[in-house]
Structure formats: structure tokens, C-alpha cells
């Protein structure tokens, strides 16, 4: 049982070029995030998805985009890097209900923006 | 305002002492809290969950939630060296459906 997987766990991008974080969970959970961790800043979530079919914006969505393929995928679309995308990346899923309805999450995308 | 702050750290405490962690959320609606455990370099890992009023015990943690003054608060007894990390809130459930939010984390360090 892999659960959360992210690709690519390492990337150096130069500025203005353009890249997509694939995550995918095998637990057939109904929402997935995207969240980006710096220094003394915790997780702030950039998008998110609640069901299949459904995209919102999180606290830090400028510069980029998102798509729930399907139940399983979500991927984060850097459309023109800046440096102040540098950053750790962690994607996670969690089901639907009133309880046991905690995040996991992949094992994160170090990004470095030059 | 932040939806979710947790006190100022680093918190740093002797082995064998009682930490204490807090955390406040804004959104009202907020049903679900979670706390989760993050060593330097790894991804965040669920410590507790709290759903109700009260305090929940697993261990030598114990999470408590008051709705009403909209406080979440983890206790860790018998602090060992490998508490060591930072421990981050989350809240869910509240008025954007299936949105969940993290504070900024707080470290905390024992040391021997």
C-alpha cells in the first residue's frame, strides 16, 4: 500500500521555466491538498481539491495552478517559477466523514528556484 | 488573523517534564483537530485527533478541545530526547467544506 506519492522528490528550475508536481493516493480518499512549507511558516495551502471534480483556493494559490485528473491524481502546475517558489512541497489526501478523517501525506518536492 | 496560530516557540523542556502546546482556530464551524509531529527533513505524521469537547489520552499525549473558547491543546508527558520536532495543529470541517488548515508549527526540543 504506497499511499501518497509525489513526483519528483528534488527539482532545480530556472526562472520563468515551468514544471507540474504529479501526486497520486491509493486510498481512495476524496479530498487532496497541496501545501508549501518554508521556514517558521508551518503548512500554508496553496489549493485544494474536496471531491473529484472540484478545485479551491487555499491561502497562497498565486502562481499556480491545479487539476484533479481524477479521484486519484492531483498535480500543481508552476506555469513561470520565481524564486520565491523555493520551497518544500507536500501534497496529502484524506477521506470524507465525521471522524478518522486525518491527512497523509507523500513524502515531498524540495524545489529550488535560481 | 491566521485560521489557525499556535503559541510562539521554540519551546524547549528538560527530559521527563510535561510539554504543552497550544493552538486557536478562527473559523467557528471547525469539527475535526488534528495534531501531527514533523522531524526535520520528513513529512508530517498524526500524533491525535479530537473531535469533541474534552480530553482525549493515547499514550503519554493528551489532546483537549474546548469549541467554546476555540482552543486546541497537546500535552506531552514524560518528554523523551525523541519528542524533539515540530508539532503543527490542523482544523477542518469548518464553513469551506473539506478545507484543512495548519498553523505555523511549534518546535520543541528536550534536552537530556
Known amino acids: 500500500n504506497a499511499g501518497v506519492t509525489q513526483t519528483p522528490k528534488f527539482q532545480v528550475l530556472k526562472t520563468g521555466q515551468s514544471m507540474t508536481l504529479q501526486c497520486a493516493q491509493d486510498?481512495?480518499?476524496?479530498?487532496m491538498y497541496w501545501y508549501r512549507q518554508d521556514p517558521g511558516m508551518g503548512l500554508r495551502l496553496i489549493y485544494y481539491?474536496?471531491?473529484?471534480?472540484?478545485?479551491d483556493k487555499g491561502e497562497v494559490p498565486n502562481g499556480y495552478n491545479v487539476s484533479r485528473l481524477n479521484k486519484r491524481e492531483f498535480s500543481l502546475r508552476l506555469e513561470s517559477a520565481a524564486p520565491s517558489q523555493t520551497s518544500v512541497y507536500f501534497c496529502?489526501?484524506?477521506?470524507?466523514?465525521?471522524?478518522?478523517?486525518?491527512?497523509?501525506f507523500g513524502q515531498g518536492t524540495r524545489l529550488t528556484v535560481v | 488573523q491566521k485560521e489557525v496560530e499556535q503559541n510562539s516557540g521554540p519551546l524547549s523542556v528538560p527530559e521527563g517534564a510535561i510539554a504543552s502546546l497550544n493552538c486557536t482556530y478562527s473559523?467557528?464551524?471547525?469539527?475535526?483537530f488534528f495534531w501531527y509531529r514533523q522531524y526535520s527533513g520528513k513529512s508530517p505524521e498524526l500524533i491525535m485527533s479530537?473531535?469533541?469537547?474534552g480530553d482525549k489520552e493515547d499514550g503519554r499525549f493528551t489532546a483537549q478541545l474546548n469549541k467554546a473558547s476555540q482552543y486546541v491543546s497537546l500535552l506531552i508527558r514524560e518528554s523523551q530526547p525523541s519528542d524533539s520536532a515540530t508539532y503543527l495543529c490542523?482544523?477542518?470541517?469548518?464553513?469551506?467544506?473539506?478545507?484543512?488548515?495548519f498553523g505555523q508549527g511549534t518546535i520543541l526540543t528536550v534536552h537530556p
Open positions: 496529502a489526501s484524506r477521506g470524507s466523514g465525521r471522524k478518522n478523517t486525518e491527512a497523509f
Open positions: 486510498m481512495n480518499h476524496n479530498s
Open positions: 481539491s474536496a471531491s473529484e471534480g472540484t478545485t
Open positions: 473559523d467557528r464551524g471547525s469539527q475535526s
Open positions: 479530537i473531535y469533541s469537547n
Open positions: 490542523a482544523a477542518a470541517g469548518g464553513t469551506s467544506y473539506g478545507k484543512l488548515t
